[in-house]
């Protein structure tokens, strides 16, 4: 099994979401969250596995009240989430999400989708360098 967050390539952070979320695991992956942002060093996303889980609804709800609790941080921290999907279709479908978060005035870091993780890593290098997000 994947590790939920994986910090070994630090500044690149690898998010891998499960299927599912067991209630008793939900407090777990928070506090995983909160032990990335505790770092208070700027990183990159690297998204890959279920955009949400099912079955998860306890993690769910923590995770975005955490998210509404932590919008600063995540602005001052996360420069960017880059979600890697290999499948052309869902690739689109991820695509037209990312620019509704873009778009909407609302979201703390950008959101990019690409196919392979030499783009997500790519990516990531530019918005290390300061350069400004490419377009979805």
Known sequence: MKEFIDTRHWPLVSLHMPHRVADEQANEMIE??????????????LMDGVE???QSGRFMATCAQWSRDRFTEQQRYCLGAIRIEADETLRR??????????????????????ATRWEAEAQARDWLAGRSPAAV
Do not use: C, D, H
Not at 32 to 45: G, H, K, T
Not at 93 to 114: D, E, K, L, M
């Open 32 to 45: 995983q969250f909160e032990s990335l942002y505790a770092r208070a060093q700027p990183f990159v996303l």
């Open 52 to 54: 949400f889980p099912r």
């Open 93 to 114: 479908a991820f695509t037209r999400r990312a620019q509704g978060w873009n778009a909407s005035g609302r979201a703390p870091y950008p959101y990019r989708v690409v």
